[in-house]
């Protein structure tokens, strides 16, 4: 009896094991699933391609650079500290640069995969979830990085939080797309199941879309510029009570917020210049979250010290970074040449509106093949892949941004947009008609402290060459700009501005404050510098004109006082200021159909 029982309970447990009867142990059927049709849940819809991924389907995760539990901490000596070891610091605090979830909110920033339970597996059964290329992204099961995986877990099956620690900055080296393999041992065997996954790229806000914040700079107490004088005209930057209070109300209703500058460098006031403000997106039930990103400036400074990241980018870590809120650098490791450092600013990074057969609109940015951005700070701009570039010469101005010439106006027009845009020929004929009239002595800027203030009379005796010289440069912009958009001359809004030499350098900048370089805080409502331009019959004409032709469009003027505080260093309203907008209607980027990321010139 006992022998027969001892037979049964074998031959019972081979055929456990699956090899009673010369039946070979069954192999382990492991499920990886994630969200490849991006309909923010788990499915048996999700199976099919999931080991692709293309712009139609695929699996969607965020690069979590926020910093969801105010974690990071600005010290106030790093702000205007010499040398890159301080920007080094502050870009490797993120939520991705730990080994935890961070809070509760952390959680809606991680991208949700799930293992299937697998029953008939042994105690012996082990698993293992790996991510390739290693240290793009890391994957979380209870809380905690998960690479191994136990029997107990591959029975009840595993819910695992993915996590992206960075973005695409070179496709050469990154295309921003990784493979999540789930390998499962049993018996002797190992099967696997994979996906493919991409992370969301940063998409680039645009001045239809209402600003939610708008941001400015507010004097500090030290010298301002470390010790050095400011390349700007004497006396700049001044008057910001003025410049502080016409924003204020330039702004009603939506929020404005004055960021101080750092101590010794406070008087780079250039808020629009420290960085441009982007977004990542995925999907996820009830609609796609998003993660704001603000590319900091690829600024490489002699000052305070050699080769130091422009230090005013560090108050975005400081004042801006925290939870749904992240910050990326691309820095070059030594400052560029000649003037090509005002070309990695966020003045001369700009958009377009969506367009036939560009759904989510396109970078646009200043550069020649002599004067141009830093290349990795440029590539990391080109390599999202879902905004392709278009490049307008703006070498010919001091400054060099793309933003002193061209601005996005909404319009009455199939598109929806046009651009407003500087017309340096409207302020010479304004100046004409002003001195028919018997205004030749009215003065320009009268009304402000600019230590010159010329007459009309005194302006037109020059001859004006450099102001025609930089209607021709524009009209070589609006060559690019019309054939790439399809818009036509008599849908441009055209605004005043007269230009004049920089005294020896050969380049042009604005004379005039330029309505052009102002600031949409919604589609309707724009923020303009005012020109302080001659009076006929007690107006200034240039007001006047400006805001006719943008009253046309459905645009109202409010007029913001910056003489003194961005005009005379070489800005205007636009560059002494940013704005982070709703982009909540925008078009996901996964839908539509992304366009080439060929530049055009």
């Known amino acids: 009896m006992k022998h027969w029982i001892a037979g049964v309970s074998c031959l019972l447990a081979a055929a456990s094991w699956g090899t009673a009867w010369g039946v070979a142990p069954p192999a ?22 999931k080991t692709t991924w293309t712009d139609a389907r695929g699996a969607i995760f965020l690069p979590n650079l926020d910093d969801d539990e105010h974690r990071c901490k600005v010290d106030p000596a790093d702000l205007d500290a010499p040398g890159r070891a301080v920007d080094d610091k502050l870009a490797a605090c993120n939520d991705a640069a730990d080994d935890r979830i961070n809070g509760p909110r952390d959680v809606a920033d991680l991208a949700p995969l799930a293992i299937d339970a697998e029953r008939n597996l042994s105690d012996d059964a082990t698993g293992t979830v790996t991510i390739t290329p290693a240290g793009k992204a890391r994957a979380f099961a209870n809380g905690r990085p998960v690479g191994a995986l136990t029997a107990k877990d591959l029975r009840y099956g595993v819910r695992l939080l993915l996590e992206g620690r960075d973005i695409v900055r070179d496709p050469k080296r990154w295309d921003g797309q990784i493979t999540v393999t789930l390998a499962v041992t049993d ?18 806000q645009n001045d239809l879309q209402p600003a939610q914040t708008v941001l400015a700079s507010k004097p500090n107490t030290g010298q301002g510029f470390w010790g050095r004088t400011p390349p700007y005209e004497q006396g700049t930057p001044g008057d910001w009570p003025q410049f502080a209070a016409t924003l204020r109300k330039a702004t009603t209703g939506t929020r404005l917020r004055f960021v101080q500058g750092t101590h010794e460098g406070w008087k780079d006031m250039w808020a629009q210049d420290w960085f441009e403000p982007a977004t990542a997106s995925m999907p996820a039930v009830g609609g796609p979250h998003t993660l704001r990103i603000l590319i900091r400036s690829g600024n490489v400074w002699d000052m305070p010290a050699d080769n130091t990241p422009r230090p005013a980018g560090r108050l975005l870590y400081r004042d801006l970074r925290g939870p749904d809120v992240g910050v990326v650098q691309e820095l ?33 940015y200043g550069a020649t093949a002599e004067r141009h951005p830093d290349a990795g700070f440029l590539t990391m701009l080109t390599s999202q892949g879902y905004q392709p570039p278009l490049v307008i010469d703006t070498s010919w101005l001091m400054v060099g941004h793309a933003d002193e010439t061209v601005h996005v106006v909404r319009a009455n027009n199939a598109r929806g947009w046009t651009l407003a845009v500087a017309d340096p020929r409207l302020g010479a004929q304004l100046l004409r008609d002003v001195q028919r009239q018997g205004g030749g002595k009215q003065q320009l800027f009268a009304d402000t402290k600019s230590p010159h203030k ?17 209607a021709k440069h524009i009209d070589h912009q609006l060559d690019v700009l019309l054939k790439a958009t399809g818009l036509r001359q008599d849908e441009l809004i055209r605004l005043p501005e007269i230009f004049n030499w920089v005294p020896g350098y050969g380049l042009l900048k604005a004379m005039t404050p330029g309505p052009a370089n102002g600031l949409s805080v919604t589609d309707r409502l724009y923020a303009v510098p005012d020109p302080h331009g001659p009076r ?27 003489f003194l505080w961005a005009h ?27 366009a080439s990321g060929t530049s055009t010139r």
């Open 332 to 364: 070059a490791d030594k400052a560029s040449s000649g003037l090509n450092d005002l070309l990695n600013m966020g003045g001369n990074i700009e958009s377009l509106p969506p367009y036939a057969g560009y759904p989510h609109g396109r970078l646009l």
């Open 28 to 49: 382990p059927t492991p499920r990886l699933t994630a969200d490849v049709n991006r309909d923010g849940l788990l499915t048996h819809a999700d199976d099919a391609g």
């Open 454 to 470: 010329p007459t009309v009379d005194d302006v037109l005796r020059t001859g004006m060459a450099d102001n025609e010289a930089a």
């Open 568 to 594: 005379l260093g070489g800005g205007e309203v636009h560059c002494s200021t940013n704005a982070l907008r709703d982009t909540s209607r925008a078009m996901p980027w996964w839908s539509g159909t992304a």
């Open 187 to 204: 018996r002797g065997h190992t099967s696997t199941d994979a996906v493919r996954m991409r992370v969301a790229p940063l998409m680039l």
């Open 536 to 562: 006929l019959h007690g107006h200034d004409v240039f007001k006047q004109a400006t805001e006719r032709a943008l009253a046309d469009t459905g645009v109202r003027v409010r007029w913001v006082e910056d």
